[in-house]
């Protein structure tokens, strides 16, 4: 049986990641200037009190640097999200900004995959 709690998150979860990949595609330059930031993941510890945040990020070279940058803006960011979701959360998380590798991850076992002789012929 699924506990009450734990779809209440996944549901904030998955409109906390709709609606910062909207704000990060609609206003992040403004912030951040020319990056190409998405949001990949949302995880909630408890139901409004922190989510993490995971981000996918093209066109800017350093990324541990635009990190900094998301997360000294993280009260404006947070303001932005509170219009956009007032009518549907009470109280807007603590956000925790992470780059997520997993795509990066994902291209390099593809790469060492297509390295491999996987011929059947000998």
């Known amino acids: 049986m699924v506990h009450m709690h734990a779809v209440k998150s996944e ?7 709709k609606e ?8 992040a330059a403004a912030l951040l200037g020319p990056s190409l930031v998405s949001v990949t993941a949302v995880t909630m510890r408890n139901a409004d009190s922190s989510a993490r945040v995971y981000l996918s990020v093209a066109l800017y070279e350093q990324k541990a640097v ?5 997360t000294r803006h993280k009260n404006s960011i947070r303001k932005l999200l ?3 979701i007032a ?10 900004f992470y780059i997520d590798n997993t795509v990066r991850q994902g291209d390099r076992i593809t790469s060492l995959i297509d390295q491999l002789d996987l011929s059947m012929d000998n």
């Open 11 to 17: 549901q904030l979860a998955r409109l906390l990641q």
């Open 20 to 27: 910062l990949g909207m704000l990060f595609l609609q206003e």
């Open 66 to 70: 635009l990190l900094q940058k998301i």
């Open 82 to 84: 509170a219009k956009r």
């Open 87 to 96: 009518h549907k959360m009470r109280r807007v998380p603590d956000l925790k």
